[in-house]
């Protein structure tokens, strides 16, 4: 399999499209969307991080046993979140107030 | 081991070679995003339960700072790609030069992480006792901004009515910024240091057409520290900018 060359505008372009997302992620900052600043800075953030394993990383350009393993990553790391997530919101609120802890340890 | 030329005994070609480094990489990696997870998921519990807390702690860092950081990681990332293409396309000069240009970059990074750091000294951010989070409202420096110092003590005051132990959790906020852009640094160190390594290899002329995967593996970890901080920089910058 011949391996393939990214050309420097590729790398030049993508950089600037981080750039721009960058300006992006900081002004979005700026506006009240309430619960959907969160939500906007991890959609730009996960768009900057796609194209730099695309392009800097050469995924896009890469056997697919690399991509099995870019996918596991994103996979395992999901299970972890999700699985402690279901576990804390379903709990009641105050499982780590300060009170339960002292109260556990008698002081 | 024997070596023939660039081969190791254990391969039959350059190619195979090449696609097995690539494939363990790209598994250490996917280790390392663990590694991170853990520290970002213990930050989306407290975040989710102190909000408040994480939103003051977020707007004492310095945005200009953590721009520009951001701005020269993403650049020593492109520098770290040129020289990538350069080692491939047999470019010997031009290989040696964006490597040095990716170390510099990267050590101005930790040089302003430097200076962040500081501020977060002086200012009593720092979590253990001394931890005060209202310390620089209550002790302005002579040429802090009077008007920044009344809007800090302005919304540090609502802060305390919503959250009465402000102070405790926006220690959980820092002990987060430092435990993570701290074990990014370290990443960022070693880093550095291999690039000091492949800087040399490079000079001596190792690196040719038909071999250059340390140049390529150490680039792909280089940007895998890049995707770790394109995720801090919002994360622990811009919670809660629009006050």
Redo the contacts between chains.
């Keep these: ?1 011949p ?1 393939h ?4 505008k590729v ?2 372009g ?2 600037l499209s ?2 721009v997302l ?1 300006a992006a ?2 002004a979005a ?4 969307l309430g619960p959907f ?1 969160i939500v906007i ?2 959609a ?2 996960s768009v ?2 796609t194209l ?2 695309l ?4 995924a896009r350009y ?2 697919g ?2 991509h099995m ?2 996918i ?3 996979f ?2 999901a299970i ?2 999700a699985l ?2 279901s576990d ?1 919101v379903t709990r009641d609120r105050d499982v ?1 107030v ?1 009170a339960q802890i002292t109260g556990m340890l008698g002081t | 081991m024997h070596r023939t030329g660039e081969l190791y005994g254990q391969f039959e070609t350059l190619e195979q070679q090449k696609e097995s480094a690539a494939l363990g990489m790209w598994i250490f990696l996917s280790t390392e995003v663990l590694f991170f997870g853990g520290l970002f998921m213990t930050y989306t519990l407290n975040r989710h339960y102190y909000g408040t807390a994480f939103g003051v702690g977020s707007n004492t860092l310095d945005l200009k700072l953590g721009g520009a950081n951001t701005i020269i990681l993403i650049l020593s990332s492109l520098t770290m790609a040129m020289s990538v293409w350069a080692s491939h396309v047999g470019k010997r000069k031009q290989t040696t030069a964006f490597l040095v240009a990716t170390l510099v970059l990267g050590t101005a990074f930790l040089g302003i992480k430097v200076i962040e750091y500081k501020q977060k000294f002086d200012h009593h951010l720092v979590p253990g006792y001394h931890f005060q989070i209202d310390y620089r409202a209550q002790h302005p420096a002579p040429n802090d901004d009077p008007k920044e110092i009344e809007a800090e003590k302005e919304e540090l005051s609502k802060a305390f009515a919503k959250d009465p132990d402000l102070n405790a959790h926006a220690q959980l906020y820092f002990s987060l910024y430092f435990g993570m852009t701290g074990l990014h640094a370290l990443h960022m160190i070693i880093g550095a240091g291999m690039l000091v390594w492949l800087i040399r290899q490079s000079i001596i002329g190792r690196f040719t057409t038909t071999y250059n995967t340390p140049v390529e593996m150490i680039g792909l970890y280089w940007h895998f520290v890049d995707i770790v901080w394109i995720y801090l920089f919002p994360l622990l910058y811009l919670i809660d900018r629009h006050r």
Excluded at chain 1, 5 to 8: A, K, T
Excluded at chain 1, 29 to 32: D, E, G, K, L, R
Aim: hydrophobic share 60%.
């Design positions: 399999m391996e060359i990214v050309p420097p790398y030049v993508i950089f981080l750039m960058t992620t900081v900052a700026y506006v009240n600043n800075a991890l730009i953030a900057k991080a730099v394993v392009f800097f990383m050469h890469s056997p046993r690399t393993v870019i596991a990553a994103v395992w790391l972890m979140l402690t997530l804390y780590t300060n």
